[in-house]
């Protein structure tokens, strides 16, 4: 299990609070999204986040991500 270091921690939290976009890894694939929120559900840290172009809603798991980049 993967686990996110402070800095990745520090970007990821950063960008909910100021609406911007990251960057995220899991499992070879990469996800352009805008975080909405985190929230703790079953013991396992969930981010809600947001296709930018789209609009579509995705559900991602702290747990299962490889890293968090912020898009600057």
Do not use: C, N, W
Not at 9 to 21: N, P, S, V
Not at 31 to 58: D, N
Request: net charge negative.
């Amino acid at each position: 299990m993967p686990q996110l270091t402070t800095a990745q921690y520090d970007a990821l939290e950063h960008a909910i609070t100021a609406g911007t976009r990251i960057v995220v890894m899991r499992r070879g694939t990469e996800y352009v999204v805008v975080p909405k929120r985190l929230v703790l559900a079953g013991g396992r840290e969930i981010v809600e986040a947001m296709h930018p172009t789209t609009g579509h809603r995705l559900t991602l798991f702290v747990d299962e991500m490889d890293s968090v980049e912020a898009v600057r």
